[in-house]
């Protein structure tokens, strides 16, 4: 597999030393990784199929775009760089193993677009990264690992350390850890200038980097999930369907009192009435969801949605369309009910 990596990507000897020999920052390099898995850590090895799979497909058809970001894989000083040229070489070759006609963009403006009955379809692709605060800390943490290591007692070689991450930045005050999150993700590119006002336009977030292998879970895009008991809120769902004053549950018992109900403080995104954002593709390692926003006046067109079923790992149990039935606004405003009556249960 790594072979067909190298292939792909037309590494030479020095490049795949160069990379070889970075060090662990807030994480391996994200081409190092592909290159260098570790062992049983099956995540890993889906990731690099993923890949290999959509460079199988830009080889065909896109080989210059594919060149041209070589430079930003091979970038060793921001590993930010390599993992968000990743991101965008899985979301083009998802969409070219769908079937669908795509074309990159060079200059300012959406990643890509896809043509559909002669309308144009923008996408934009965003590989989320830890928090800075976070990342500086974990790096700051393996470099001191390191130097424990070189240390310590040479007969067993062996560092044990403990690192407390919160990937999305510790919480404000009045926030708990799951709304603080739901705000990291309803603000990805918030600015939409990159987004159209006449054209049908889609964020796509890829998050098969390493950092994300515990927000790597199809059930956070529900509105809400349970586990031993408690109920936790979808960051996912939150983000961008969720209102001001929305109830977030983090670990939410029926069996206490103690339970303390955080209020979401901000809109989600598709209930902003700025927003230009019509749908959001989610690429996990073993999941790809769809959330369409349900207010949208331009919205995804049926004769798209057929050829997004095709994607890889499309998920449409998980996904929130309103293709076939044209009813997600009704779903959502049913959803929002049950969280309501959720949160106002007597103890």
């Given at each position: 597999?790594?072979?067909?990596?190298?292939?792909?990507?037309?590494?030479?000897?020095?490049?795949?030393?160069?990379?070889?020999?970075?060090?662990?920052?807030?994480?391996?390099?994200?081409?190092?990784?592909?290159?260098?898995?570790?062992?049983?850590?099956?995540?890993?090895?889906?990731?690099?199929?993923?890949?290999?799979?959509?460079?199988?497909?830009?080889?065909?058809?896109?080989?210059?775009?594919?060149?041209?970001?070589?430079?930003?894989?091979?970038?060793?000083?921001?590993?930010?760089?390599?993992?968000?040229?990743?991101?965008?070489?899985?979301?083009?070759?998802?969409?070219?193993?769908?079937?669908?006609?795509?074309?990159?963009?060079?200059?300012?403006?959406?990643?890509?677009?896809?043509?559909?009955?002669?309308?144009?379809?923008?996408?934009?692709?965003?590989?989320?990264?830890?928090?800075?605060?976070?990342?500086?800390?974990?790096?700051?943490?393996?470099?001191?690992?390191?130097?424990?290591?070189?240390?310590?007692?040479?007969?067993?070689?062996?560092?044990?350390?403990?690192?407390k991450t919160v990937p999305f930045g510790k919480p404000k005050k009045d926030e708990n850890v799951?709304?603080?999150?739901?705000?990291?993700?309803?603000?990805?590119?918030?600015?939409?200038?990159?987004?159209?006002?006449?054209?049908?336009?889609?964020?796509?977030?890829?998050?098969?980097?390493?950092?994300?292998?515990?927000?790597?879970?199809?059930?956070?895009?529900?509105?809400?999930?349970?586990?031993?008991?408690?109920?936790?809120?979808?960051?996912?769902?939150?983000?961008?369907?969720?209102?001001?004053?929305?109830?977030?549950?983090?670990?939410?018992?029926?069996?206490?009192?103690?339970?303390?109900?955080?209020?979401?403080?901000?809109?989600?995104?598709?209930?902003?009435?700025?927003?230009?954002?019509?749908?959001?593709?989610?690429?996990?390692?073993?999941?790809?969801?769809?959330?369409?926003?349900?207010?949208?006046?331009k919205a995804i067109k049926p004769s798209l949605w057929k050829k997004l079923t095709f994607l890889?790992?499309?998920?449409?149990?998980?996904?929130?369309?309103?293709?076939?039935?044209?009813?997600?606004?009704?779903?959502?405003?049913?959803?929002?009910?049950?969280?309501?009556?959720?949160?106002?249960?007597?103890?």
């Amino acid at each position: 597999m790594t072979d067909q990596l190298k292939q792909f990507l037309e590494l030479s000897e020095s490049e795949i030393e160069n990379i070889r020999n970075t060090t662990i920052k807030d994480r391996c390099h994200p081409v190092k990784r592909l290159l260098y898995p570790r062992e049983g850590v099956e995540r890993d090895f889906q990731v690099i199929k993923n890949t290999e799979t959509a460079l199988r497909h830009l080889k065909q058809h896109h080989t210059q775009w594919l060149m041209n970001l070589k430079p930003r894989l091979l970038n060793i000083d921001d590993y930010s760089t390599s993992s968000g040229a990743l991101g965008e070489i899985r979301a083009l070759g998802y969409i070219l193993q769908a079937g669908i006609s795509v074309e990159s963009r060079s200059r300012d403006g959406a990643d890509f677009w896809v043509e559909d009955n002669q309308e144009k379809v923008w996408i934009e692709v965003h590989s989320k990264q830890f928090y800075d605060e976070e990342s500086e800390s974990l790096e700051n943490f393996y470099n001191d690992l390191r130097n424990e290591r070189t240390e310590s007692d040479r007969k067993t070689g062996l560092v044990i350390g403990e690192h407390k991450t919160v990937p999305f930045g510790k919480p404000k005050k009045d926030e708990n850890v799951t709304a603080n999150a739901i705000r990291k993700l309803c603000a990805i590119k918030e600015r939409e200038h990159q987004m159209s006002t006449e054209s049908t336009s889609i964020l796509w977030l890829d998050f098969q980097d390493e950092g994300w292998e515990l927000l790597d879970k199809v059930e956070r895009v529900l509105p809400v999930r349970t586990w031993n008991g408690a109920f936790d809120s979808g960051e996912f769902w939150y983000a961008f369907y969720g209102w001001k004053d929305a109830p977030i549950f983090q670990d939410f018992r029926l069996d206490t009192v103690l339970n303390r109900v955080v209020k979401m403080g901000h809109k989600g995104r598709f209930r902003k009435s700025t927003t230009k954002l019509d749908g959001v593709i989610i690429s996990f390692s073993r999941n790809t969801v769809i959330l369409e926003n349900p207010f949208s006046k331009k919205a995804i067109k049926p004769s798209l949605w057929k050829k997004l079923t095709f994607l890889p790992w499309f998920n449409f149990e998980y996904s929130y369309t309103n293709w076939p039935a044209m009813n997600l606004k009704q779903r959502i405003e049913l959803e929002k009910q049950k969280l309501i009556e959720l949160s106002s249960i007597e103890l």
